[in-house]
C-alpha cells in the first residue's frame, strides 16, 4: 500500500520523464516546491521501495511497479479533474480537488467515474439537465422543464408571452 506521498512524488517524477525525457532532484524538488535534501530523502525511500532507480547526483528513473502506480495515479487525477470540469468547476479548482481525491477513491468509485465521464465524452451535445444544473448552482433556482421544450425553459429559450 502506497500513501499519498508517495504517489505524488511518482507522479512527478513521471510527469518530468515525459516532458524532459530525465527527472532530477533539483526537478522535482521545484515541482513539489520542497528543498532538495527532502527529497533526496524520499529518493532513499523509494529506492528502497523499489519504486525508483536513483543515483546519487544523477538522475532518476521509474521501476516497472513505480511507473504502474504513477500511471494509475494520473488516470484517477485525469478522470477526476475531467469530473469536476463537467460539473462545472474552473481548471485550477478541478486540478486541485483532484489532487487530493485521487488517493481516497475507491476502485468501485473510479470505475462509475470513468464510465460517467467517458459517456459524457461521447454525447454529441451537452445534456440539457447539466445546463439546468448549472443554472442551479449560480441562481438556486429548479428548472423542469421538458428536454427540447425551449419556449418554456429559462436556460434553453425564452419563455412564452403570456397573453
Known amino acids: 500500500m502506497t500513501t499519498e506521498r508517495t504517489e505524488d512524488y511518482l507522479k512527478v ?27 533526496t530523502g524520499m529518493f532513499k525511500k523509494l529506492t528502497k521501495m523499489g519504486f ?7 538522475g532518476v528513473t521509474l521501476t516497472p511497479e513505480g511507473e504502474k502506480i504513477a500511471k494509475c495515479t494520473m488516470e484517477k487525477h485525469g478522470v477526476i479533474r475531467d469530473f469536476l470540469l463537467i460539473l462545472g468547476l474552473e481548471d485550477e479548482i ?9 488517493h481516497v477513491l475507491a476502485p ?6 470513468t464510465k460517467f465521464v467517458e459517456f459524457m465524452n ?16 449560480e441562481t438556486g433556482e429548479y428548472i423542469n422543464c421538458i428536454p427540447n421544450a425551449k ?11 403570456q397573453a
Open 13 to 39: 517524477i513521471e510527469k518530468i520523464i515525459e516532458r524532459k525525457g530525465y527527472a532530477q532532484v533539483k526537478d522535482v524538488s521545484r515541482e513539489l516546491e520542497l528543498s532538495s535534501p527532502s527529497v
Open 52 to 58: 525508483i532507480n536513483y543515483e546519487k547526483y544523477g
Open 94 to 102: 478541478a486540478d486541485h480537488d483532484a489532487c487530493k481525491i485521487e
Open 108 to 113: 468501485e468509485t473510479f470505475e462509475v467515474l
Open 122 to 137: 461521447m454525447k454529441e451535445e451537452w445534456p440539457y439537465w447539466l445546463d439546468h444544473f448549472n443554472h442551479y448552482c
Open 151 to 161: 419556449e418554456n425553459c429559462p436556460v434553453h429559450g425564452k419563455k412564452k408571452a
